[in-house]
Nanobody, 124 residues
Framework: HVQLVESGGGLVQTGGSLRLSCLASGRTFSTSVMRWFRQAPGKEREFVAGFTWGGVSTDYADSVKGRFTISTDNAKNTVYLQMNSLKPEDTAVYYC?????????????????WGQGTQVTVSS
């Protein structure tokens, strides 16, 4: 049984920073297969950041490119999302996901495992 637990969310002002963490337990796999998504109120869940297949490179949503950075620590079974220059439109529940079944890493419906999410609120 795989469990993903996100942490690090909170309330921050526009321009501020947060670092989210996602800890995996229950199964050993590379943290490069853990990716970040978010869901804002009234909107569909969307891809934010992740390593591409094989962990060769990173992929970011256009809306966060240059501001967010994904990193991993395999020894701690943890993936991080450093978020800088936060904007009100970044307000959402942030989820990590793992267990991609195939296709694009951006496909929301293609993951077997999800965390419970952590709330990020950016005030203007």
């Amino acid at each position: 049984h795989v469990q993903l637990v996100e942490s690090g969310g909170g309330l921050v002002q526009t321009g501020g920073s947060l670092r989210l963490s996602c800890l995996a337990s229950g199964r050993t796999f590379s943290t490069s297969v853990m990716r970040w998504f978010r869901q804002a109120p009234g909107k569909e869940r969307e891809f934010v950041a992740g390593f591409t297949w094989g962990g060769v490179s990173t992929d970011y949503a256009d809306s966060v490119k240059g501001r967010f950075t994904i990193s991993t620590d395999n020894a701690k079974n943890t993936v991080y999302l450093q978020m800088n220059s936060l904007k009100p439109e970044d307000t959402a529940v942030y989820y990590c996901a793992a267990g991609l079944t195939g296709g694009s890493i951006r496909r929301v419906d293609a993951y077997n495992y999800w965390g419970q999410g952590t709330q990020v609120t950016v005030s203007s």
